[in-house]
């Protein structure tokens, strides 16, 4: 079973700058998509990014304009590049992998404070 693993989480102040990766130990042309979600304390998991195999992208509304989901099918690796970043943006941040025929592909999370 492919796993994917989150990184690039961190401390950074309000109006800074981060770049999270997931990477695959697989081929992620396994996933039709895969998401971006985070989980901030007392709160419930939210879905933040999501990008198609074909490359097609949605955000939540609370990120669109600050933050970019991209993939790189040649190192089968996920980017959530986050601009403009702010308190609220701070939480766990998971990836997630969708098949059509097993159960999602869940990465083990990064934290993302954003704090001055």
């Known amino acids: 079973q492919v796993q994917l693993v989150e990184s690039g989480g961190g401390l950074v102040q309000p109006g800074g700058s981060l770049r999270l990766s997931c990477a695959a130990s697989?081929?992620?042309?396994?996933?039709?998509?895969m998401d971006w979600y985070r989980q901030a304390p007392g709160k419930q998991r939210e879905l933040v990014a999501t990008?198609?195999?074909?490359?097609?992208?949605n955000y939540a509304d609370s990120v669109k304009g600050r933050f970019t989901v991209s993939r790189d099918n040649a190192k089968n690796t996920v980017y959530l590049q986050m601009n403009s970043l702010k308190p609220e943006d701070t939480a766990v941040y998971y990836c997630?992998?969708?098949?059509?025929?097993?159960?999602?592909?869940w990465g083990q999370g990064t934290q993302v404070t954003v704090s001055s």
């Open positions: 697989g081929s992620i042309s396994r996933f039709y998509d």
């Open positions: 990008i198609t195999s074909g490359g097609s992208t």
């Open positions: 997630k992998g969708n098949t059509f025929y097993s159960a999602p592909t």
